[in-house]
C-alpha cells in the first residue's frame, strides 16, 4: 500500500522534532546571550532543512502522481522531472534567503553578487545549460520519443531514453549510443516510426 502524502511528511519531520527541542531547550533553560543565540542558529537552520525535506517529498509524490496519471509517452517524464528539479531549486533558494535573513545577514547585497556569480556559473557551464534547453525542446517539439527507431549521422537504433543531458539509443546490433541533446538536435535525425 502506498503511503499518503501526510504519512510521509511526519515521516520526514526530523527537523521540525529539532526545531521545537533547540526552540524548548531556549525557553526552559536560562541561557546566556551567547548560547541562546546559538539556539536561534539551530532552530533557524532546522527548519531551513525541514523545509528542503518536505519540499523534496511534495514535489517527489506529485510528479509520481502526475506521471502515473497523464504520462503517455517517455519525453512527459523528462518533463515532468524538469519542471520537479526546477520547482525544488526555487523553493530552495527562496527558503535559503528567508533563513539568512531571519540569522541577519543582508540579502540585498547577497543577491547582487548572486546575479553576477550566476552569469559567471552560465558562462561556465554553457555546454550543460544548451544540452538542458536541447532537452527542453525535444519534449516539447518531439522529433522523437521513447521507442521510436531513429538514425542520426551514421548510427541508428531505438531511443530508450530521453534525459535532462542526454538521450540513450539502443543500436540495431545492441550497443547503447549516448548523445549529448545539443549534439542531437545539430545532427540530422531520421525517424522511421513516423
Known amino acids: 500500500m502506498k503511503n499518503s502524502l501526510a504519512v510521509k511528511l511526519l515521516r520526514g519531520s526530523l527537523f521540525l522534532i529539532l526545531g521545537l527541542i533547540a526552540t524548548l531547550v531556549k525557553r526552559l533553560l ?3 546571550q551567547s548560547s541562546e543565540d546559538l539556539a536561534n542558529v539551530a532552530t ?21 502522481r ?19 528539479a526546477l520547482a525544488r531549486l526555487t523553493i530552495w533558494i527562496a527558503l ?23 552569469l559567471a556559473i552560465a558562462l561556465a ?8 534547453f536541447a532537452a527542453i525542446s525535444i519534449v516539447v517539439d518531439k522529433p522523437f520519443v521513447v521507442g521510436d527507431s531513429i538514425s542520426v549521422d551514421n548510427y541508428r537504433g531505438k531511443v530508450e531514453h530521453i534525459g535532462l543531458k542526454t538521450t540513450r539509443i539502443r543500436s ?6 549516448i548523445f549529448s541533446n545539443g549534439e542531437l538536435l545539430k545532427g540530422k535525425i531520421r525517424n522511421y516510426s513516423r
Do not use: C
Not at 535559503?96 to 550566476?118: E, K, Y
Open 44 to 64: 533557524i537552520l532546522a527548519l531551513f532543512m525541514q523545509g528542503v525535506v518536505w519540499t523534496n517529498i511534495i514535489i517527489t509524490h506529485y510528479i509520481q
Open 125 to 132: 557551464v554553457q555546454n550543460i545549460l544548451g544540452d538542458l
Open 96 to 118: 535559503g534567503l528567508v533563513a539568512l535573513s531571519n540569522l541577519g545577514i543582508q540579502i540585498r547585497p547577497l543577491l547582487t553578487g548572486l546575479g553576477i556569480g550566476g
Open 172 to 177: 540495431e546490433s545492441g550497443e547503447q549510443i
Open 66 to 84: 502526475s506521471v502515473q496519471l497523464h504520462v503517455t509517452d517517455g519525453s512527459s517524464i523528462t518533463t515532468f522531472k524538469a519542471l520537479g
Open 30 to 32: 536560562n541561557l546566556s
